[in-house]
């Protein structure tokens, strides 16, 4: 398996409200990333996490919040967010922080209505 | 990580070689040159890298002059798929962490 799993590819939320976004690797990669995308725009990171520890924060709002339940899952939790949120949002892998190329995901187009 | 140069668009006629320029001038000397790009809608998508030496794989070649001050990407044959956003990264070699500049948009045209 070479691919990294994003789940739901669409998601249309209010601003009140609680979802969630799934990303899985099944490649052993130890390093996932979150990674923010407003259109016509490259993307932006957001997380970091090695060995499932979260390695790096690039001063993200706290209405997003990460968690790694294994080395296969990244999800990235979503409550009160603003319709400035509304963006791709991109997950990927690496061997590790160190090392190898990243695996994109396809992304989650988010819309905060 | 040092910054990236790269110019916002550029066209190609299909079937001939695309060369995608990058300037990074305040690279060190550990640091690789990196290349992804994005075709519309889709995640990115690792292309090729490079330290030193120039780099060919089944997708593309990797040309980094001798001061490595910048590089090029260099599509051999280009098609209407190849229409993407292109970026060059530049990244340190224990530091997977890895930021985009606004890359190249080509458009490969009939």
């Known amino acids: 398996d070479t691919e990294v799993t994003q789940t739901p590819k669409h998601l249309v939320m209010g601003m009140t409200n609680k979802k969630s976004l799934k990303c899985e690797q099944h490649m052993g990669h130890r390093a996932m990333y979150w990674y923010k995308q407003k259109a016509k725009k490259p993307p932006e990171l957001m997380f970091v996490?090695?060995?499932?520890?979260?390695?790096i924060n690039e001063s993200v709002p706290s209405r997003f919040s990460p968690e790694c339940p294994n080395s296969s899952l990244l999800n990235l939790h979503l409550h009160a967010l603003q319709p400035e949120d509304s963006a791709l949002y991109l997950c990927?892998?690496?061997?590790?922080?160190?090392?190898?190329?990243?695996?994109f995901g396809s992304g989650t187009r988010l819309t905060v209505v | 990580d040092a910054k990236t140069t790269q110019p916002p668009s550029m066209d190609c006629a299909e079937g001939r070689a695309a060369n995608l320029p990058c300037n990074h001038s305040?690279?060190?000397?550990?640091?690789?040159v990196y290349w992804y790009r994005q075709i519309h809608s889709q995640g990115p998508q690792y292309i090729i890298h490079g330290l030193k030496n120039n780099e060919t794989n089944e997708m593309a070649s990797l040309i980094i002059t001798e001061d490595r001050k910048s590089s090029t990407l260099i599509l051999p044959h280009a098609t209407l798929r190849d229409t993407a956003v292109y970026y060059c990264i530049v990244r340190v070699a224990n530091n997977n962490d890895m930021r985009f500049g606004a890359g190249t948009r080509l458009t490969v045209k009939p």
């Open positions: 305040t690279i060190s000397g550990n640091e690789y």
């Open positions: 990927a892998s690496s061997q590790s922080r160190t090392s190898g190329g990243y695996t």
């Open positions: 996490y090695s060995y499932e520890k979260l390695s």
